[in-house]
Every structure is written in C-alpha cells, then in structure tokens.
C-alpha cells in the first residue's frame, strides 16, 4: 500500500502548515487588538492631559489668586505659576509670596527672574548681605543684561565701588534699549566724562548716546572726550549730534572747542563747508550761500518766515529769497556766526542781485555781537537790478569773539512791504587796517 502523504504523528506536513497559519493569523490579530488598545488608552490620557493643561493655562490667565491656586492644583509643576502667584500676593503676604518663589527657582533654577525677585525682597527685609546669592546666582544662570544691571544697583546701594564698576562694566557690554540709566547711575558714583573707557563701552551707537546725556545733563565741560572719540570715528550719522554739541558751546561762548568740532567735520568733509580760524587775515572767502542740511554751527541758516521763499540758483550759483510782499515788516530770512577776535576791525563782503525792491526799502546787512548790540554804521540799501558787492565795515569790541551777520529787513517808514527777490553769491569776511569813521552806539 502506497501513501500520497508522509505521517508525523498521525498530522501530515500539509495539515501542519494550515494549523500555524491558522495560529499565526490568531496571534496577530491578538498583536494588533493590543496596539490598538495602547494607541487608544494613550489618546484618551493625552486628551485628558490636555484638557487638563488646557483648563489650567486659562485659570491662570485670570490673574487671580483663586485662578492661580486653580492652575497650581492642576499642573503644580508649572514654574511661571509661581512666579505669577508671588506678583499677585507680594503686598498681602509677602512670606507666602517669597516661599512661591523659592519653589518656582526649585522647579526652574534658570529662572534669574525669580531669583532677582528673591534677593530683592530679603534686601528689602532688611537683610542686604543676604540678598548677595540670590543675584550672583541670577548673574550665573542668565548672561543677560538684567542680572549685571541688578548687580550694579546692588552693589551702588551697598557703596561696594570696585564691584559696581564690574557690574557696571559687564552690563555694559550686553546694553540694549535705553543706555541713560546706566549713565546717570555711573554718573552718581564718578561723572568726568570718561565713562566710555571706564565702562569699555566699544559701540559707536552707545558712545553717540553718552555724548547726548551729557548734553542733556548740560556738563559741557565734561564733553570733550565723548565728542572727540565721535570725530575720530567720521560717521555721518553722527554729523547732527556733533553739530548739536557746536551750537551748544557756541552758547555758553566756548569759542575754542566749538570751533575745534567745526573745524575737525569740515577737514574730514563730513559738512560742506571750510574750517574758520579767526586768526587769519581771511576768514570766509568766495564763501557759498547754498542752502545746506548743515543749519547748525557756524553753517549759513534760513529762517522760516511767512511770505519769504528760499530757492537755488543754478548759474551762477547762488541763493534766492523771494519777498511776497505778506512777510513781517521786521524780520531776518538769513543769518550766520562766525568767530572773531576783539578789537579787531573787519569788512564783510557780498554779491548780489536784485530784481523788483526799491532802494532805501529797508533790506540790508546787519552786523551785531551775540548779545544782541550793533556793531556797524548804517546798513546800506540793497538794491540793484544789474547787480552789486555790498561792503559791511565793523568792529568787534572788547570780549566779543563771534558776530552774527544777518541779512534783515526792516520796513522804512513811507514804504509798502517788498515784493520781489535777491539773489546772493560770494560771501567774504577779512580783517582790513580800516576802521570804520564812525563806531555806532550800542542798539539792543
């Protein structure tokens, strides 16, 4: 008898095949239920764990005490829960308050806030010594600005000198925003005008906003270095501080240090315009008239008044101010500084053109000192169609370092207001050995 089959226990080779396929599918379809049933148990606790963020974060959001225990009691690892809860009851109960704090550091030892938050109020307790770990600690974990500005301010409270210029230093070189309470609080411990190389303060933006405190603090005296460093850089940006720093020692009659900045911005070609030495025999020669973003200084300014027009004139070139007949009856359009030494006669020189104003109208040269005294004879009338050089002769008295030569127009008695316009080209000023024949009286 022949068999189609070989026999292995009474279970052939074929039936053994069916029998692990059949249990193979069971096992797997066993594996599968289970992953299901793990993908499913963990969508429902990350449904749960979100709901349950979800309704802490806007109990939190409240900022409420209640609303912030809320959140505590559901997520009671949330360090900014803390924090939050310690703003919210400082006043009331500042013990509680600090013990928040000390477990939100607990949680989150890179949280400087809370640890600043933390010395401040053991400082505040009475207890300064003791507040030292807590802020050198926030200095550790945060190489940021906050910490080494705290430090400084501690360390100034506690007259601790050396190391609040470390800290001082140190914040400086992490500035941003607003520098002017670094300055003012350095300036309450040392002010010489040198806090730039104290506080090795390397950016040109900082430097520039040193000088403006100073300025504004009205230490000209303290100005020089901050306002030197700036020139030896030569930006352009820096151009109308500088020129604000001008005016200013223009004002308190610093002729030198103004004329040093002028000088030094018009070498570098920083402003259209030539250095000035009131020692020379030729202050301003062939000077222009143009109109110029450089309305500071010893610069030529327009003045805005109503029914005077300023316009440029291309050939030659020059300055044209127009006259519409509605400007004041007294006014000056144009007027410029300029150094001189006393005691020392001068003739100011101009060409010009006019077109449409009368002789003895009323529109000439006046020459004064900076306290407001005419220093000239009578203006002399501008007007001429074919065009002319006027010749303004002058002294500058005793003590009078700067003039002001303004072209003015007063209205002469029996005449209407101008109406027309005067072109001007080719300013010069030079000291002559001619004295003028007669000195006019001071005029205020």
């Given at each position: ?93 500042p013990r509680r308050a600090s013990e928040a704090l000390q477990r939100a550091v607990a949680l989150d030892p890179y949280d400087s806030v809370s640890w600043i938050e933390l010395g401040l109020r053991v400082e505040a307790d009475g207890h300064s010594a003791a507040a030292e770990p807590y802020f050198l ?28 210029w470390f800290w001082a230093k140190a914040a400086a070189q992490m500035l941003y925003g607003d520098p002017l309470p670094l300055f003012r609080l350095s300036g309450k411990v040392v002010e010489d005008g040198n806090l730039i190389d104290r506080l090795e303060i390397r950016r040109p933006d900082i430097q ?222 030079q000291r002559t050995a001619q004295f003028p024949e007669k000195l006019p009286g001071r005029v205020m």
């Open positions: 008898m022949s068999y189609s089959r070989v026999t292995n226990g009474g279970v052939t080779a074929h039936e053994r095949a069916g029998i692990a396929r059949f249990t193979g599918e069971k096992n797997n379809s066993m594996v599968r239920s289970l992953v299901l049933a793990i993908a499913l148990a963990g969508l429902a606790a990350a449904s749960v764990w979100s709901i349950l963020v979800g309704w802490a974060d806007y109990s939190a959001r409240q900022l409420t005490v209640a609303g912030t225990e809320r959140a505590l009691a559901l997520t009671p690892w949330q360090a900014a829960y803390y924090v939050q809860l310690a703003a919210l009851i400082s006043d009331d109960d600690r926030a200095a550790e974990v945060d190489k940021e600005y906050l910490p080494k500005w705290t430090l400084a301010n501690y360390y100034f409270r506690r007259d601790e000198e050396s190391k609040f520039a906003a040193y000088l403006t405190y100073l300025l504004s603090q009205n230490r000209l005296d303290l100005i020089g270095p901050a306002t030197y460093r700036l020139l030896d850089q030569g930006r352009q940006s820096d151009v109308p501080l500088l020129l604000t720093a001008c005016d200013r020692l223009m004002d308190a009659k610093l002729v030198n240090e103004a004329l040093e900045v002028w000088n030094r911005l018009a070498k570098a070609r920083l402003i259209p315009y030539a250095p000035l030495d009131p020692g020379a025999e030729k202050i301003l020669t062939n000077d222009s008239f143009l109109p110029t973003p450089a309305v500071q200084g010893f610069a030529w300014r327009l003045s805005t008044v109503d029914g005077i027009s300023a316009s440029r004139e291309e050939t030659p070139s020059g300055l044209r101010l127009t006259f519409s007949g509605a400007q004041p009856e007294n006014c000056e359009p144009l007027f410029r500084i300029l150094p001189v030494r006393e005691n020392t006669a001068y003739e100011f020189t101009a060409l010009y053109r006019t077109a449409g104003i009368q002789p003895d109208t009323g529109l000439g040269w006046r020459v004064t000192d900076m306290a407001g005294g005419l220093i000239m004879g009578a203006p002399e009338s501008l007007a001429s169609e074919g065009g002319a050089q006027a010749k303004v002769r002058f002294i500058a008295p005793s003590g009078c370092h700067l003039v002001r030569i303004a072209l003015a127009y007063r209205r002469a008695l029996g005449t209407t207001r101008i109406e027309g316009s005067i072109v001007l080209r080719e300013a010069g000023l």
